[in-house]
């Protein structure tokens, strides 16, 4: 079954206290995406990579990072979490020329 | 910046009725536009997809019409049914290497 994997789907943290969201897919997709979902503000896209080793910045990235070292992983990291990087965060990918790109089941993360 | 935007954020429609979820943009070099679904606790799902050259395409039940004068978008669904309630969002992207904007989405809630 095509689809994209998100480990963990929930995550309660503490300020300070890294810790990495991994995603997944098995389609073969070049691009891969973050984004992040808050109420009233919709989808905002924090990192892309149109390929391996090829990452890039999206609306807001202050405070994640991000790496491709394999065409299937797109893990997000946070270094040093915060109380307002407390979210829904989704992971997606697509074909580098498709507009169908396929979302996963997201990750709740809270920051205490 | 630019942005996507929806003029509606809820809308309540009965079932049988055509619904109609409008989005205004303001980048007017955006080479496509896009709708997704999120039904709730699900990540968002690709419904269709139009490009700046075309000003309507239909797909199952679902009609998208692009006004590039006036920069509006929207999505018909016809019959609406209870399986069409959720949060719809229009996206754009210009060129292929590049993000995907996302509007703030409006909410479409079936009365049976």
């Known amino acids: 079954e095509a689809q994209v994997t998100q480990n963990p789907r929930y995550l309660i943290t503490v300020t300070g206290k890294k810790l990495t969201v991994t995603c997944s897919q098995n389609m073969n997709h070049e691009y891969m995406s973050w984004y992040r979902q808050d109420p009233g503000l919709g989808l905002r896209q924090i990192y892309y990579?149109?390929?391996?080793?090829?990452?890039d910045k999206g609306d807001v990235p202050e405070g994640y990072k991000v790496s491709r070292k394999e065409k299937r992983n797109f893990p997000l990291i946070l270094e040093s979490p915060s109380p307002n990087q407390t979210s829904l965060y989704f992971c997606?990918?697509?074909?580098?020329?498709?507009?169908?790109?396929?979302f996963g089941p997201g990750t709740r993360l809270t920051v205490l | 910046g630019e942005s996507v935007g929806l003029h509606l954020p809820t809308l309540s429609v009965q079932e049988g009725d055509n619904s109609i979820i409008n989005c205004a943009y303001s980048n007017s070099a955006s080479d496509y536009f896009i709708w997704y679904k999120q039904e709730s606790g699900k990540g968002p799902q690709f419904i269709i997809d139009i490009r700046s050259n075309m000003d309507k395409r239909q797909g199952q039940r679902v009609t998208v019409l692009l006004n590039k004068t006036v920069k509006h978008l929207s999505l018909q669904i016809a019959a609406t049914q209870p399986g069409d309630s959720a949060v719809y969002f229009c996206?754009?992207?210009?060129?292929?290497?590049?993000?995907?904007?996302f509007g703030t989405g409006t909410r479409l809630q079936v009365t049976l």
């Open positions: 997606a990918s697509r074909r580098w020329d498709g507009n169908e790109q396929f």
């Open positions: 996206a754009e992207r210009t060129g292929t290497a590049s993000k995907l904007t």
């Open positions: 990579s149109m390929n391996v080793e090829v990452t």
